[in-house]
Each structure stands twice: as structure tokens, then as C-alpha cells.
């Protein structure tokens, strides 16, 4: 037979169910649990004491006995050995009062119904988020008023281009950080046209908020190019890089900081830095350089072709620099073990590049020659010869 323990177990799972169910107006109660332990022949004559302890105990916290709760409904039932018995056959919660009474959330349902008012009063197509939402309604620390403000904000000012710290609305600084979670849930289902980056969790950059950018490093290799006072190194915002279209012909990017750092003058050129290695994704939003003539200087290992492979995702004519079986053999005293990658094949290499490196993969201790190690000279030359 059931306890009274395990029917509010069970009656605590209808929780977020009933929330929804009072948001989508519809009727919960009168609800029965699904399984009671309905008593078997061999329990009257074997286990009659054990089974008559467990009916009391279950009527001393029903309904039946206290007034509130789970009702107990009997049914009269034939045993051969010893005959008819009144025993519990359903066992039933008729009102919310009983329900909520038994299960002690009648404070949670207070706040739920004034969080859910005030909210459906200001937002009323908000129905679909509460209902996914239901229990956050029922939380006693949150400050409803000010995401409120926050989403008001927002709906009147989807791309404000502002700090965080610059909103103009009355909730302290760190607010919006503190409850970026449940804001960004909010606001994905509010201004859901006007997600920046869905792949991103901070706020800030998650929508069109001003926030401290990645920034790109740009060396101009040709003093025609240099600007106000001669500048010939800069690191501008990622926002703002994506929006220049630099008077070149030809945009060079390395994998290495000091290869980018010592790379030649070269007529109508410049060189980026993002961050080196897989950093390179920064760049994939510049539509500016698919009008230009890109070069592609990486270590010739399989992680360098990775990223070649990468680059070219994004600009498939992207040519690369000394990442060629010429260079491997020329420099191969310098060669070392290297990291491996796991793909096999990488569909954006020439069929060179993926000979090269299907090579690799099968040299294990000689996977990996760094260009650093080239000498300088030789790199000045191959890069004059690619850019006249």
C-alpha cells in the first residue's frame, strides 16, 4: 500500500504541470494518482497487521482525517479465505487548496500568481515563454520589477550600442550582469530578431551592446599605405576591422606573432594578426577581403593545414605561403613531433596541400616544422616572389 510519503513524491512532479496548466486556463483538479498499491489476496491473510498499520497510517494524513490533502475513496472487495473487506481503491486531490496543502507550496503559488500577473500584464505575448517557465515564477529572490525595466528597455531599444554600464535604466550597474541567464531567456523570446551572436553567453555581446572587442593587429607593409604620421603597426576594434575596406591589394596573415612582426615590406600590403592559431575565426565576418589577394603563412603540421583549411572556409581563395613539400624537404633538419588531428581529410586543401598532409599524419616524429625556423632571408625571398 502506498505511503503518504510516496503520494507526495508523486503529487510534487504535478508541480510545474499545474503551473502550466493555470497558465494555459485549463482544469487540474480533481486528479487521481495514476498507482496506489492496490492490496493483494495473500497480504489479507499473511500480512494483516503489517497492511492494517499502513491504511491507518495513510488516513491519519488524508483528507478523511485532517480536512485537507489527498482524499482517500474506498471500494468493498471479496477475499475466498477471509471475505469483504472496505479497503482503499482511489486516492484523489479534488481542489488546488487540497493539493497545495498536502504538498506545502502554498507560498510559491502566491508568488507565482502575482509574478504571473504582473507579467502577463505587461508582456502579453509572453504566454509561450511562462509556460516553459513556469517555476521561475515561484522563485522569492527574484527581482521582477527591474527585469521588467530591463526588457522594456530592451523592446523599445533592441541595438542600443551602448555599455552595459551606459543603459539608461534605474537598476544598479551589475544588475543585468548578476541575472544575464534568465535576461538572455527573456530576451532571446522578446527580440529574438535582434540576436547579435546566439552562440555567444555573455550579454553584452550576445546583443548589440558596445563591450570590450577582440582586436586585431594590422602592420602595413607598404609605406603608401602608412597613415597620420607615418603609423605603420595599429590594432583596432574586431567590430571596426569588419567595417574598414583597406586601400590594398593584398592582406597577409600569419599563424605566429614573430612571423607576422618580421614579415617584409611588400608592395599594396598589410599583415594580420588576430590572435594567431585557431584565432583566425575572427576574421571570417571582414567581407572586405574577399576583394583582395590573401596569403597564408602557417606551420606545416597538421594543425597549420587545419587552419588553412579554416581560413578557406571562409575565403576560399586564400593561397597558401612555404606550406609546401618543397619547404618541408628544404627545412626537414629542423623538423620535430607535432600535435595530431584527428581528421583525416580536410575537403578545403589543394591536392597538394592534402597530399602534404597525408604525408604528415604517416611521420609521426616529423610532423611539424615550425616556420620560425625558416631562415629569414629565404622567407623574404619566397614572399617578394608571390607579391610583386
Known amino acids: 500500500m502506498i505511503s503518504p510519503e510516496e503520494i507526495k513524491q508523486q503529487a510534487l512532479k504535478w508541480w510545474k504541470p499545474f503551473l502550466q496548466s493555470h497558465i494555459a486556463n485549463e482544469a487540474f483538479f480533481p486528479k487521481q494518482l495514476d498507482r496506489i498499491g492496490k492490496v493483494k489476496p495473500g497480504q489479507i491473510t499473511r500480512q494483516f497487521e503489517t497492511l492494517q498499520q499502513e491504511i491507518e497510517l495513510l488516513y491519519k494524513a488524508s483528507k478523511n482525517a485532517t480536512g485537507a490533502g489527498y482524499l482517500i475513496k474506498t471500494a468493498g472487495r471479496n477475499f475466498r479465505r477471509s471475505g469483504a473487506h472496505d479497503l482503499p481503491d482511489t486516492i484523489e486531490f479534488e481542489t488546488a487548496d487540497d493539493y497545495l496543502s498536502f504538498i506545502g507550496k502554498k507560498r510559491e503559488w502566491k508568488l507565482f500568481l502575482t509574478n504571473y500577473?504582473?507579467?502577463?500584464?505587461k508582456f502579453p505575448h509572453l504566454n509561450n515563454w511562462l509556460v516553459d517557465n513556469s517555476l521561475s515564477l515561484t522563485l522569492p529572490d527574484k527581482d521582477w520589477q527591474g527585469i521588467i525595466e530591463v526588457c522594456q528597455y530592451f523592446l523599445a531599444t533592441p541595438r542600443p550600442d551602448l555599455y552595459l554600464r551606459q543603459l539608461p535604466i534605474s537598476v544598479h550597474s551589475k544588475f543585468i550582469e548578476e541575472n544575464s541567464t534568465f535576461l538572455q531567456s527573456l530576451l532571446d523570446f522578446l527580440i529574438a530578431d535582434h540576436?547579435?551572436?546566439?552562440?555567444?553567453?555573455?550579454?553584452?555581446?550576445?546583443?548589440?551592446?558596445k563591450h570590450d572587442e577582440t582586436l586585431v593587429r594590422i602592420r602595413i607593409l607598404d609605406e603608401q599605405l602608412f597613415i597620420h604620421n607615418n603609423i605603420a603597426d595599429i590594432s583596432i576594434r574586431l567590430s571596426d576591422f569588419e567595417k574598414?575596406?583597406?586601400?590594398?591589394?593584398?592582406?597577409?596573415?600569419?599563424?605566429?606573432?614573430?612571423?607576422?612582426l618580421s614579415l617584409p615590406q611588400l608592395s599594396s600590403s598589410i599583415a594580420l594578426w588576430s590572435g594567431g592559431g585557431f584565432n583566425i575565426g575572427y576574421l571570417k565576418n571582414a567581407s572586405w577581403l574577399n576583394n583582395k589577394h590573401i596569403y597564408y603563412w602557417g606551420d606545416i603540421d597538421e594543425h597549420g593545414f587545419q587552419i588553412l583549411h579554416q581560413l578557406r572556409s571562409y575565403f576560399p581563395h586564400t593561397q597558401s605561403v612555404m606550406m609546401d613539400r618543397a619547404t618541408y624537404n628544404n627545412f626537414k633538419e629542423y623538423t620535430v613531433q607535432g600535435k595530431f588531428n584527428p581528421a583525416e581529410q580536410l575537403s578545403y586543401l589543394s591536392v597538394d596541400e592534402a597530399e602534404l598532409y597525408t604525408f604528415l599524419k604517416g611521420q609521426p616524429k616529423q610532423n611539424r616544422l615550425e616556420q620560425e625556423k625558416i631562415p629569414h632571408l629565404h622567407v623574404v625571398d619566397q614572399f617578394r616572389k608571390m607579391i610583386t
Open 117 to 121: 500577473l504582473l507579467l502577463s500584464e
Open 195 to 209: 540576436i547579435r551572436d546566439p552562440g555567444q553567453k555573455r550579454t553584452a555581446e550576445r546583443y548589440f551592446l
Open 244 to 260: 574598414t575596406n583597406w586601400a590594398c591589394t593584398n592582406v597577409v596573415i600569419a599563424e605566429n606573432k614573430m612571423n607576422f
